[in-house]
């Protein structure tokens, strides 16, 4: 078979994917991405075939605002994901799905236009989890927005459709998702690139830092996160992505910079993550048994840090209460505190025994096939 993933140009949405794109690679089965034009040298480098579809979604806020000036929070999300983002992946994969010719079509939930062209081109999709469902709330006022990418049938989810595979474990389940007819749960699976282990002092527990790849004016969160976990008797190391460590300024000798890191192998041997709540992040310190102070910035990492700390998993800082005293009082609360660090075992037991990326991708296969 030929499979094709769908995603924005971003390394959160384009990573998540990878490890199932992997798997039905292994199995012997073609596999294609389409995505924003900006990312293909990336997509590429990770050995896949890409082609151009779809734009990011810094292109579409630019368009909303100029729609709607500056309108309410919800107005420019619907007219971004119900409307700006789908109308450009649908234009762009009507051109290229004939050409193509996959027999399934995989989207990361964002990428919803992706659902359409497959269903008008009368291919099998699904979606695959990269963060929390769309608030109902949100989704209602989204209906009438979306109507056009359903023809009036609309899934059971309009952004996740019918058919989904889920990354959530119980513990911090997400239960729109699990509330899909079709459900095909997934182990989180790390997912890196191939950079070294920055070498750090291991004579002391190891802290990880990240706010993620994506910026949401995040610089001055950071530096308060590192200046109050510097103060503990810690190694900091604090992971940049694509990030410029020069706008850090100086930092305390127990703090290490980097910009990438082998992240699965960083919580192997951390003792605790401190993050933006983003869900690659949320996910593998859950698989490492880790407890997670969580400041989130965007998107749907105030939801994830809710959901963390009422599952017991961690804590969560926002907003103005993101102080260096408030990071370090916390950080050094969840080092000694057994109760999360129960939970988040609880949760890397359950994640363990999930379905690996192969077996979904061959219950993928089997569906398409129809012989399930």
Not at 80 to 105: G, K, Y
Not at 205 to 220: I, Q
Request: proline content about 8%.
């Amino acid at each position: 078979m030929r499979i094709l993933f769908s995603c924005r140009p971003a390394h959160g949405h384009v990573f998540p994917l990878v490890p199932l794109a992997r798997a039905f690679q292994a199995a012997g089965h073609e596999v294609v991405f389409a995505t924003g034009a900006g990312f293909l040298d990336v997509v590429r480098g990770l050995g896949f075939e890409a082609h151009a579809a779809g734009i990011s979604v810094g292109e579409a806020e630019t368009e909303a605002r100029r729609r709607h000036g500056d309108a309410d929070v919800p107005t420019l999300l619907i007219t971004m994901f119900a409307d700006v983002l789908p109308r450009a992946t649908v234009t762009d994969l009507a051109a290229l799905l004939p050409r193509l010719e996959p027999d399934l079509v995989v989207y990361e939930q964002s990428d919803v236009g992706a659902a359409k062209a497959a269903r008008d081109a009368g291919i099998p999709f699904a979606s695959h989890v990269i963060g929390r469902s769309m608030p109902p709330e949100i989704q209602r006022l989204a209906a009438p927005e979306m109507a056009w990418l359903w023809d009036g049938a609309a899934p059971a989810d309009l952004m996740l459709g019918d058919v989904v595979v889920d990354l959530w474990p119980d513990v911090v389940r997400d239960p729109v998702v699990a509330a899909l007819p079709t459900v095909l749960r997934q182990r989180p699976t790390a997912f890196d690139l191939d950079v070294p282990l920055p070498a750090i002092d291991t004579a002391k527990p190891l802290v990880y830092l990240t706010l993620g790849t994506v910026s949401f004016g995040r610089t001055e969160v950071l530096r308060a996160a590192l200046d109050g976990l510097a103060r503990l008797p810690v190694t900091v190391l604090v992971a940049l992505g694509p990030g410029d460590p020069a706008a850090l300024g100086p930092v305390p000798g127990n703090v290490h910079v980097a910009g990438f890191v082998p992240q699965a192998e960083v919580l192997r041997r951390a003792e605790l993550v401190v993050h933006h709540g983003g869900t690659g992040t949320v996910l593998g310190a859950l698989a490492a048994g880790l407890p997670q102070l969580v400041l989130p910035q965007g998107a749907d990492q105030f939801v994830n840090g809710d959901v963390l700390a009422a599952a017991g998993a961690g804590t969560q800082l926002v907003g103005e209460a993101v102080t260096a005293d408030a990071v370090t009082a916390a950080a050094a609360h969840l080092l000694d505190d057994p109760s999360a660090r129960a939970v988040a075992a609880t949760a890397a037991a359950e994640i363990a025994g999930m379905p690996d990326p192969a077996a979904v991708a061959e219950r993928l296969t089997a569906l398409v096939r129809g012989t399930v």
